[in-house]
């Protein structure tokens, strides 16, 4: 079965970086989006970034371009996501995905979700 597992989650001061890890197994599309959602609570999932690892084309919420950038080592099966500049409102529990694509915009375009890493920013 599918599994994605999160890591890379913590606590930073805004100005700070960290980089988030999302391990897949069992994805059996050979080409496919990795995404990234945040979530506060009480609210919609929103998108943050995506690549699609057959033409790396990646994509960012407005929010995040320039500070984030999104990449994939297909030897360990594994998508990145590196914050830097972090902001306070970039806080919230992160989640990772996998979706069969093309398109890679949009929580309805996956169907397997990771279980999330809490990212705060203060």
């Known amino acids: 079965h599918v599994q994605l597992v999160e890591s890379g989650g913590g606590s930073v001061q805004a100005g700070g970086s960290l980089r988030l890890s999302c391990a897949a197994s069992?994805?059996?599309?050979?080409?496919?989006?990795m995404g990234w959602f945040r979530q506060d609570p009480g609210k919609e999932r929103e998108f943050v970034a995506a690549v699609h690892t057959l033409s790396d084309a990646t994509y960012f919420t407005d929010s995040v371009k320039g500070r984030f950038t999104i990449s994939t080592d297909p030897t360990k099966n594994t998508a990145y996501l590196e914050m830097r500049s972090l902001r306070p409102d970039d806080s919230g529990v992160y989640y990772c995905a996998a979706g069969p694509g093309p398109i890679c915009l949009g929580p309805d375009r996956y169907n397997y979700w990771g279980q999330g890493t809490q990212v705060t920013v203060s």
């Open positions: 069992g994805v059996r599309y050979r080409r496919y989006c």
